[in-house]
């Protein structure tokens, strides 16, 4: 009953920016974050970075903070990834994640992905 649509992925030189779309729909969520994971060749996914929805607190894997940029528009229930001074090993699959609370505090959840898109870095 939740859907995650990602865009913006594409090939880009190093040092180069990307601005990612997730476009949220269906059923809305009182509690929730949403966010971005990445996948690269013979790796294991990874998280990137989330939003809390509601108050707009962000957190960020080490290796990207500072070059990265979650953001989010309330009224298109779409979230955004800013990629900036993009490295080769940041190559990837990069999937939006949305994260409903499902119990008391954070502990219990249910993850929901989007289909994925790509983003190649060249040297």
């Known amino acids: 009953q939740v859907q995650l649509v990602e865009s913006g992925g594409g090939l880009v030189q190093a040092g180069g920016s990307l601005r990612l779309s997730c476009a949220a729909s269906g059923r809305a969520f009182s509690s929730y974050t949403m966010g971005w994971f990445r996948q690269a060749p013979g790796k294991e996914r990874e998280f990137v970075g989330a939003?809390?929805?509601?108050?707009?607190?962000?957190n960020y894997a080490d290796s990207v903070k500072g070059r990265f940029t979650i953001s989010r528009d309330n009224a298109k229930n779409t979230v955004y990834l800013q990629l900036n001074s993009l490295k080769p090993e940041d190559t990837a699959v990069y999937y939006c994640n949305a994260r409903q609370f499902t119990g008391r505090g954070t502990e219990r959840f249910y993850n929901y992905w989007g289909q994925g898109t790509q983003v190649t870095v060249s040297s």
């Open positions: 939003i809390d929805w509601t108050v707009g607190n962000t």
